[in-house]
């Protein structure tokens, strides 16, 4: 899926912002910033791009999510459930 050109643009400009600092050296480690990473390395032309779009997306499920059930985000979530399982 993409984020849809429908809806707040200033919003959509919010979002993609939050996804470039996420992807930047100065953040913190997260999931969402692994998935970007990931994304990155795909390799290709327009993979930074796609990175931060796909992060930018994720932002907006994540921040909607905890918006409507309460609650409080943790950074690093599906990698303490993947030690979890390890163990």
């Excluded at 996420?22 to 913190?28: A, G, H, M, R, T």
């Excluded at 997260?30 to 994720?58: E, I, T, Y």
Aim: charged fraction near 30%.
């Amino acid at each position: 899926m993409h984020i849809s050109k429908e809806g707040d643009e200033y919003l959509r400009t919010l979002l993609v912002q939050g996804a470039h600092y996420i992807l930047s050296p100065f953040e913190e480690d997260s999931d969402l910033r692994r998935c970007g990473q990931k994304f990155a390395v795909r390799g290709g032309k327009n993979a930074k791009k796609r990175a931060v779009m796909a992060v930018a997306r994720k932002l907006a499920i994540l921040l909607h999510r905890l918006w409507v059930s309460g609650e409080v985000y943790e950074p690093l979530r599906n990698s303490q459930k993947a030690m979890r399982a390890v163990a």
